[in-house]
Nanobody
Framework: QVRLVESGGGLVQAGGSLRLSCAAS????????MEWYRQAPGKQRELVAT???????TYADSVKGRFTISRDNAKNTVYLQMNSLNPEDTAVYSC???????????????WGQGTQVTVSS
């Protein structure tokens, strides 16, 4: 069974920081591309950051220089360090995996349940 479990969301004042975590199980984590998405009320879901299996990272323009995605393959966990937060960053943040699953090696994509981030002005 594949599970992606996010944690670390919460309420923070503008200018503050949060670190989100996404713990994965049931996938061959080191060979999966991991991504963070966010969706604010009334808006489309937005790709925030991507980290490849070789740790190449990409970011949305709106978060470049403020957010950092990283992964710890030993812990099967991907992180999103968010600094200099502003109210426009308020959204539900979800992680997504894309790559082989543990029991068969077949390519699959999975989503976590999401964690709320609220930035107050």
């Amino acid at each position: 069974q594949v599970r992606l479990v996010e944690s670390g969301g919460g309420l923070v004042q503008a200018g503050g920081s949060l670190r989100l975590s996404c713990a994965a199980s049931g996938i061959i984590f080191s060979r999966n591309v991991m991504e963070w998405y966010r969706q604010a009320p009334g808006k489309q879901r937005e790709l925030v950051a991507t980290i490849s299996s070789s740790t190449i990272t990409t970011y949305a323009d709106s978060v470049k220089g403020r957010f950092t995605i990283s992964r710890d393959n030993a812990k099967n966990t991907v992180y999103l360090q968010m600094n200099s937060l502003n109210p426009e960053d308020t959204a539900v943040y979800s992680c997504r995996s894309a790559g082989p699953i543990a029991n068969s090696g077949s390519y699959r994509e999975f989503w976590g349940q999401g964690t709320q981030v609220t930035v107050s002005s």
